[in-house]
Structure formats: structure tokens, C-alpha cells
């Protein structure tokens, strides 16, 4: 009987390791799946204004001025870049004379955008307020009519004088996309 015990669990341990042995030898499987989100791309925009006036003297290049005269001139400005924009302006001088320091005699401007005036007094102080939006390859006009005053004296004589226009254009807010 003991040999029959001794067999019984030689059988029993054999079957015991073939279970092992086959369990370890087991593989096991799943599924799986992938998706993706490929090239995507975030691309700046680009702020780019000119004027048809761009180079010395295109807008004003008047000599031997008198006082009573008188100059109407006009500026398109263009949104060249592919955002829009609204622009202001504003006016600077290398040098200052009597031309441009005084207030009452010296040059007057009046900046008007259609029929809507912008700015009227001395050419020295002129802002040209923000335009309305500009959008891309859009365009906007600007007239300005300069004056020279009737009541300037003989100090106004033999003067030139320098100024420089800039239009500043600032993007719009960013929005949601």
C-alpha cells in the first residue's frame, strides 16, 4: 500500500508539473488599436501695411510757397499683409522752424478721411486718429489739405521745412479658432 501511495503521488505530482509546465507555456493575447492626430499646424499671421506715397517728397514737394497757398494731397494706405488692422498716424520734423513752431502762422493741415474730418490746426501737432479695420488687401484714403496762412509775416521767408508722416497699423485682438 505504500508503494501504491508513493505511486499515486509521483502520478499526482507529475500531473501537477505537466499543468505548470503547460500553464507557463501558455501565451495570452489582446487587442489593441491606435489613432493619431498627424500634422497639424499653427501658421502666424502676417501685419504688412504700405502707401502710395512711400519714398521723399512723393506726398508734399512744394517751393517757394507763399502765404494764401494752399495744397490738397492725398495717401492710400493698403493692408499688404494677410490679417487685418486698424492704423493711426502721426507727424514728426528733423529739424524746426518758424514753418513748424508757430501754431497760428506756420502750416495748417486738415486730414480728412471721405467727408469725415480727422484733424484741422498747425501741421506740428497733427495726430491722425485709428482708422476703422483694414482687412487684408483692403484699402483707405486719406486727404490732406495744407495751408500756408495769409497772415504769416516776412520771418516766414526763405524757410524749408522737413516733416515725416508714420502710419502705425495694430493687429486686431486674437480671437477663438
Known sequence: MRKLNLLATMALAGLVLIGLTATADKTSASFTATSVNPNNTFASATLAM???KPNANDLV???NLVPG???NRTVTITNAGNA????????SA?????LWTDTTNGLQVTVKRGATVLYTGALKNMVIPAS?????AGTDTLTFDFSFP?????SFQGLTQDFTITYTATQLAGSAK
Open 132 to 136: 476703422a479695420t483694414i482687412a487684408p
Open 150 to 154: 495769409s497772415a504769416a509775416g516776412n
Open 84 to 91: 487685418p488692422f486698424t492704423y493711426a498716424g502721426a507727424i
Open 69 to 71: 497757398d494752399t495744397a
Open 61 to 63: 514737394n512744394i517751393t
Open 50 to 52: 504700405s502707401n502710395d
Open 94 to 98: 528733423t529739424a524746426a522752424t518758424v
